[in-house]
């Protein structure tokens, strides 16, 4: 007998597992990502602008940077290395391969409402940074 053959393991990646992510997960996500924007004002739109020409804007331009700091091209290309990964690249095409294009559109409203959630995260993240001694 595996453990794949034991009931507790059916029971966790089966029902359990379709209750977990179609009635608490998503739904909290959703209004968690509703309630940011409203709260925020949208800053995902307001401030896209502002958010292009800071960084797409000054990418290529050529700037002198002090010993141990980096360019905007150095800090928006280790962002996108750290944010896109293999594991996005992966799941965009397992979820087309799976939910057809239809995923597609559900997962731009979650890039959408998700730009609010990120905004937050990096600005309490500023907030709340301490100085190492």
């Known amino acids: 007998m595996t453990i794949y053959d034991h009931w507790l393991y059916r029971f966790l990646t089966g029902p359990l597992n379709n209750v977990a992510w179609l009635y608490i997960l998503l739904p ?23 958010a292009m020409k800071n960084t797409a804007g000054k990418l290529f331009k050529k700037q002198e940077t002090a010993h141990g700091a980096i360019t905007p091209l150095q800090a928006v290309t280790t962002a996108l290395a750290a944010t896109v990964g293999t594991g996005n690249i992966v799941g965009v095409s397992t979820a087309i391969c799976l939910g057809g294009y239809g ?29 190492d001694k």
């Open 28 to 50: 909290c996500v959703f209004a968690g990502g509703i309630y940011l924007t409203v709260g925020s004002g949208a800053v995902q739109f307001r401030r896209f602008g502002y």
């Open 103 to 131: 995923a597609v559109f559900w997962m731009w409203i979650t890039a959408i409402l998700g730009g609010a959630s990120a905004f937050i995260e990096s600005t309490l993240a500023q907030v709340y940074k301490r100085k």
